[in-house]
Every structure is written in C-alpha cells, then in structure tokens.
C-alpha cells in the first residue's frame, strides 16, 4: 500500500509543461507513480486535487535566515506561502565560518539581515559544525547553505583596514575550500558590502581559487546596480570566465529613474553576450521595485573601513562627516552607486530600529526623519547610524514596474524573495514574494503563463545548485503544493507587510503534510541540502 495517493488534480510538473490532469502517488518521501487515472490503486492517506493545481514544492533560493532557523517556531512564513527549500548564506554574509576571535563583529555585520540570536553561544564556529547543528534540529522545511566570502575574509582577518598580504589571501582561500568541503552549495558574494567591497578584482580571482575544483557557482550580488552596473557585471563574468564556473545573478536590477528602461537593456545585452561565449550565468529577480539593505550601504566603500565600533566613531567625527557630505552630495560616482543620489531621501524607508527611544521612527522616510528631528538628511542618517550601531535596515524604492516585469519574462530568471530577518517593518517579500508572483504576474495581469511562473520557482532555481528538487516526475522527491489559484492570497504590502499568505490545501514535504487549509500541522520533515550529501 502507498503512503499518499493525490487525485484528479491539475499537474504542473516544475519543468515548464503543459499542465494536464492526472493522479500522482508518494512512497517513502518519494513520488513514484504519475498516471491519468490510478483508480486501482490504494494508500494510506487519500487526497482529492479536483479542481486545484498540484504544483512541485516552491524553492527560494536566496533568503537569508541563517540566524532565524536556530530559532524555535521558524518556518511558518516560509510554508504558509509554499515555499518547501531555501538557500542561505547569500550576499556574502554568511553566520559561518564564525571564530569566536571575531563573532561579536561578524554577529554585527551580518546582524541586519540575519537578525540577531537571543543566544550567540549557540552558534557554532565552523561551517560544518552549523551544518551539524542543523541536521540535529527538527526543520519544518528543507535548507541549504552558501559560504558567504565576506564573512571568510572576516573569519580570517577581522576587520583590518589593510590591504590582503599574499599570505592573507592564501589564508582565505584555505577557509573556502574547506567550507565548500564541507558542504556549501557554492560561494555567495556581496560586493557591494564590507569587507568584500575592498578586494580588487585580482584578489578575488586569488581567493575564490577553489571553486574551480568543486565546479560550485559564484552567486554574487555585483558592485553596482545603478550607475556601475555595466563595470560591476563585467567583473563578475570576466571572474567567472577566468575560473570556468557557473555564475549567478542575485536580484538583478537597474536602479535609479535615469537607468530605468535602456539600463536594463544594456544589462541585459551583457548577459546575453556572455551567455553566448559560453559563461554558464543564470540570475533571479524579487517581484517587487523596492529592495531592502542596511542603512550603512549609503556610504561610500571608502567610509566602510574597519569594524562597527570604527565606523561610529568615523560618524562622529565633523570633518569626517563633511568629507562624506562633499562625496555624496557631489552626485554620480564612477567608483560606486550612490543610493542617495540614485534613489533620494524620500525613497529610503526606515524597516528596522532598535532603540526604545527610535521606534516612532519606523516605516518613515530618511527625509521624514529628518523633519521631524529638524536636521539635515545626512546628518540624520549619520546619527542614527551611530545611536544604533549601525544595526539599521531600509526598504528603497529603486527599480520600475517595467524593468521588474522585464526580468520576470526572461527565461533564464528564477524568482527569489531576499528576505531579511531584521524584525522591525520588513520587506512584504518575507512574507508573500511567491504567492505574489501567481496572483499578480499570472492570475490579474496574465503576464506569465501559469506553467511559466512556477518554472521559475520551482525546477530552474533548484538548477542553479543541481537540486533534486522543483519537479513532478517518478522518482522527484515528494515536495508538493496544492491550491486554487483563484483562493491564493499575498496580503503583505509595505504599510502591513507582517501578513501571512493564504489559499494553499496543501503544502508536503518528503511525502508528509506541512500545511492543510492554511495551518501548520506540526510535521518537521525537513532536511539539510549539502553538496556531498545524496540530494
């Protein structure tokens, strides 16, 4: 007897087909019977699919809740909206490796998009021993893991404002290897971030050395979206190219109103390019036009020196605020995307604080602030800044309908929702970035076909880490939802963003039901995704 039998519901199978009515039958975590009618066929547990979608588990493939996880009770906003298997580590800024010489300064780096452990001696040092922590937890949903080359490098040399010594690099490299040995999916970047945003591109080169030998993807968040969007995706290929690996996009965008339209084009026309010198680059898209960063990505790379506590004291300084003044109020940059300039005061929304006293102050623009607290905007900024150590996330409002729309055509973009854990105001993608997809993209504005949508949620991005996920087909792991696309909902906006989704019968992962009519049903059969285990 088969453990599940699900009846007469609408397949979608993940890779892009036509969806066609049939039964579909699970044993042991695994689906192992498709067929137009298995009417002779018996199981444990029955489902009747009439009338609704029975669609592969959805797979996000950049979130960052690496800090989340270890938390009881996590899982529920991830599998309220069918999401089955995430990524973590992305951007850059991984929670491991994590010596205990420099965790307080990598918990505060990584904290505004992780958000913060009640317990920091739970997390572990190394990457396999996080990953060790992971497979002894009870999961609600399956995760994976990138090693994050901010964090190595931050693992490896704290936050000096030194330039690598050869030594240092060699160091670094070490560190990726073993993560990579370990089981990362791949090796995130970020940047746009520090520390990353100090190596020259030679020095990348020198320390992502070891992908080479495990054939893993570079999944980067490139140097510059804006203005330098064209210099930072080169840079980005040319590394790929030089290392012969797959490459990923994360989120990509044009942002700043005077990119809008023929920026993208232009990106887009890149790519393209590349793809066809045969650079194996795929890239993903959130479908909203506002991202959501830390307050500090503001600041020019050249500001971002050394550790939190150096970086408030830089803040403080008068001539040093001036300086910072001359740099951002000067406009365009040839070296880095000015988010000021790019995006304006009023576009950048306070999503997080931490201070009692700052609360008031959540989910108003820089420029409302400011206002309200009779200052000049960047000085503000700068003083919040420094009154929360710099732990301050934004919700900017920075691309166009119009570009988003573009990319969500695309063949080759997966959807992704970037979600942070920083508590406060979030992004709504936290809460509904792939229920939002089919009601808006494919139910109201039928800018994609159903088949076509949950292809980029399901089969193309587990493709990106060669994932036995995202498909209906015998032998596919058993990891499903089922629902009526005309009862799916994605309440979350940015003035309520906390707001669960709804409209999913079902939600099942390795064969065992999650979710039944938009409530959890206690089951943990989740598992951890590594490189060196049998996916």
């Excluded at 067929?35 to 960052?64: C, M, N, W, Y």
């Excluded at 500090?296 to 403080?316: A, H, R, S, Y």
């Excluded at 076909?449 to 596919?476: D, W």
């Amino acid at each position: 007897m088969l453990d599940m039998l699900i009846r007469g519901g609408t397949i979608v199978d993940g890779c892009g087909g036509v969806p066609y009515k049939g039964d579909l039958a699970l044993q042991d975590g695994k689906i192992v019977a498709i067929a137009p009618s298995l009417e002779k066929t018996e199981a444990v547990q029955e489902i009747d699919a009439s009338g609704r979608i029975v669609a592969p588990g959805f797979v996000d493939i950049h979130r960052h809740a690496d800090l989340a996880i270890l938390e009881p009770g996590f899982g529920e906003i991830e599998l309220r909206q069918g999401i089955t298997t995430i990524v973590n580590g992305n951007c850059g800024l991984s929670a491991v490796p994590c010596p205990n010489t420099y965790k307080e300064g990598i918990l505060s780096a990584i904290s505004s998009l992780t958000g913060r452990l009640k317990d920091p001696s739970i997390l572990p040092q190394t990457f396999s021993e996080y990953l060790n922590d992971l497979r002894a937890c009870q999961l609600a949903l399956n995760v994976g893991m990138l090693v994050g080359n901010g964090t190595i490098r931050m693992a490896e040399m704290g936050f000096s404002n030194q330039p690598c010594t050869e030594k240092d690099l060699k160091r670094i490299a070490s560190c990726l290897d073993k993560a990579l040995d370990e089981g990362a999916l791949g090796v995130s970047m970020g940047l746009i971030y520090t520390p990353e945003c100090h190596y020259t591109t030679q020095e990348l080169l020198q320390v992502l050395q070891p992908t080479q030998k495990y054939q893993v993807p570079l999944v980067t968040h490139i140097r510059g979206e804006g203005d330098t969007s064209p210099q930072a995706l080169k840079e980005v290929i040319y590394l790929a190219e030089t290392l012969d690996v797959p490459l990923h996009i994360s989120h990509l965008k044009r942002i700043g109103k005077r990119n809008w339209g023929i920026g993208l084009s232009q990106s887009l026309e890149i790519l393209s390019q590349a793809r066809e010198r045969g650079v194996r680059l795929s890239y993903d898209v959130y479908p909203y036009t506002a991202g959501s960063t830390q307050l500090i990505q503001i600041l020019p790379p050249d500001f971002q020196q050394g550790t939190v506590d150096e970086i408030v004291k830089f803040l403080q300084s008068s001539q040093k605020r001036k300086q910072l003044k001359d740099v951002i109020y000067a406009g365009p940059s040839e070296k880095f995307d000015n988010i000021v300039d790019l995006v304006g005061w009023d576009g950048l929304i306070i999503s997080s604080l931490h201070r009692p006293e700052n609360q008031q102050y959540v989910g108003l623009s820089l420029e409302a602030v400011a206002n309200l607290r009779g200052q000049e905007p960047l000085d503000c900024a700068c003083d919040l800044l420094v009154e929360e150590a710099c732990d301050i996330t934004i919700i900017d409002h920075l691309a166009s309908e119009e570009d988003v729309k573009t990319i969500l055509k695309d063949p080759i973009s997966s959807l992704i929702s970037d979600s942070l854990y920083a508590g406060g105001m979030p992004h709504p993608r936290l809460y509904g970035a792939f229920p939002r997809l089919l009601c808006q993209y494919v139910r109201d504005e039928s800018l994609l076909s159903l088949e076509t949508a949950i292809h980029k949620m399901t089969a193309l991005p587990a493709q990106v880490f060669q994932l036995q996920k995202g498909r209906i087909a015998p032998g596919a792991d058993g990891d499903l939802t089922i629902f009526r696309l005309d009862r799916l909902t994605s309440p979350a906006d940015y003035n309520h963003p906390q707001q669960l989704a709804g409209g999913f019968d079902y939600v099942i992962i390795d064969g065992r039901i999650v979710v039944k009519d938009d409530q959890l049903t206690g089951e943990k059969p989740g598992r951890v995704i590594s490189r060196r285990k049998n996916r």
